[in-house]
């Protein structure tokens, strides 16, 4: 079973089919090469397209990128996770979504956050200020269900807890911390939820968590 949580108010446009399958295309390119090292000759090679075909939905490749960033986040702000969510409690419930975002990080290129800051600085802030706020309403909602279950510690000033654990998430997006450790951006976003999760539960949250993570086989 398959549970489906929206958690930001992106409504995604209906699109046409052609213009779909640009923005998505672009993102696997983008994910993989870098943004910068990806020009719209590639894409439409990789397309089977002309770029006149493409330059009918897009103006030009700076357009493209804020159209595919947009699109990441109307993808994120729905998080689809496995198993009775109604039987989850709060720690369940931030351990399968970090399951699917770690995933998704597997296959991101690093580069592409220094291309973002670099090339295009207004489409970058931009989209790290939606993300922010869609992260914090995510945050807050699981803290206010893990302190009412009795698992998370019920002195946590939920709104600077969450502000803080969010500053975290942009700074390991940061190019020059990126460029500065040895370690998989995958790596770093779980040692960075291990330490979130022992931070706000409480002695009843942390036993159940380290089970979770021996019963899961969750190495951090």
């Not at 490749?61 to 989850?88: P, Y």
């Not at 803290?143 to 700074?171: C, H, P, S, T």
């Given at each position: 079973?398959?549970?489906?949580?929206?958690?930001?108010?992106?409504?995604?446009?209906?699109?046409?089919?052609?213009?779909?399958?640009?923005?998505?295309?672009?993102?696997?390119?983008?994910?993989?090469?870098?943004?910068?090292?990806v020009?719209?000759?590639?894409?439409?090679?990789?397309?089977?397209?002309?770029?006149?075909?493409?330059?009918?939905?897009?103006?030009?490749?700076?357009?493209?990128?804020?159209?595919?960033?947009?699109?990441?986040?109307?993808?994120?702000?729905?998080?689809?996770?496995?198993?009775?969510?109604?039987?989850?409690?709060?720690?369940?419930?931030?351990?399968?979504?970090?399951?699917?975002?770690?995933?998704?990080?597997?296959?991101?290129?690093?580069?592409?956050?220094?291309?973002?800051?670099?090339?295009?600085?207004?489409?970058?802030?931009?989209?790290?200020?939606?993300?922010?706020?869609?992260?914090?309403?995510?945050?807050?909602?699981?803290?206010?269900?893990?302190?009412?279950?009795?698992?998370?510690?019920?002195?946590?000033?939920?709104?600077?807890?969450?502000?803080?654990?969010?500053?975290?998430?942009?700074?390991?997006?940061?190019?020059?911390f990126?460029?500065?450790?040895?370690?998989?951006?995958?790596?770093?976003?779980q040692?960075?939820?291990?330490?979130?999760?022992?931070?706000?539960?409480n002695?009843?949250?942390?036993?159940?968590?380290?089970?979770?993570?021996?019963?899961?086989?969750?190495?951090?």
């Amino acid at each position: 079973m398959f549970k489906c949580f929206i958690f930001a108010t992106f409504k995604p446009k209906i699109m046409d089919e052609k213009i779909d399958r640009i923005i998505s295309e672009s993102l696997l390119l983008f994910k993989k090469f870098g943004i910068r090292s990806v020009s719209m000759d590639d894409i439409a090679k990789e397309l089977g397209m002309s770029k006149k075909t493409i330059y009918q939905y897009v103006a030009n490749k700076t357009e493209l990128v804020e159209m595919v960033l947009n699109t990441m986040l109307q993808r994120e702000s729905t998080v689809c996770i496995s198993g009775d969510t109604e039987k989850m409690n709060a720690i369940d419930i931030l351990l399968a979504v970090s399951h699917n975002v770690s995933n998704q990080m597997k296959d991101l290129n690093p580069s592409n956050a220094f291309d973002l800051q670099k090339y295009y600085p207004v489409i970058y802030r931009e989209f790290i200020i939606k993300k922010r706020d869609h992260v914090f309403k995510q945050v807050k909602q699981n803290f206010a269900q893990g302190i009412e279950e009795g698992i998370y510690r019920n002195d946590l000033d939920i709104d600077l807890v969450a502000r803080l654990y969010i500053q975290k998430l942009v700074d390991v997006h940061d190019p020059e911390f990126l460029s500065s450790v040895s370690f998989s951006f995958e790596k770093v976003f779980q040692v960075m939820f291990d330490n979130h999760i022992r931070g706000i539960a409480n002695a009843e949250g942390l036993a159940y968590y380290e089970k979770q993570t021996n019963i899961l086989n969750i190495n951090i």
